[in-house]
């Protein structure tokens, strides 16, 4: 079951490293740090441990920027 789980995962992950490399360009120096930013951000937010308090923190984070 683990290992289920976790091939669906990389399979989104890669997924969506697809999506973003046709969407951005890949340059190792441009925002991979700001990126990881909002990402802790978002965890501390919803709370460490938490996947849909994560999610939340995401949203909030989001709606937030755009603001």
Known sequence: MFGVAAAIAFGTVALAGMAY????????TT???QLL???????V???LGSL?????????LGGAQQL
Do not use: C, K, N, R
């Not at 849909?52 to 909030?60: D, E, R």
């Open 45 to 47: 937010i919803g709370g």
């Open 31 to 33: 925002g991979s740090s």
């Open 21 to 28: 490399g046709m969407y951005t360009q890949f340059d190792p």
């Open 37 to 43: 930013l909002y990402a802790f951000e978002a965890v």
């Open 52 to 60: 849909w308090g994560t999610l939340a923190g995401g949203i909030l």
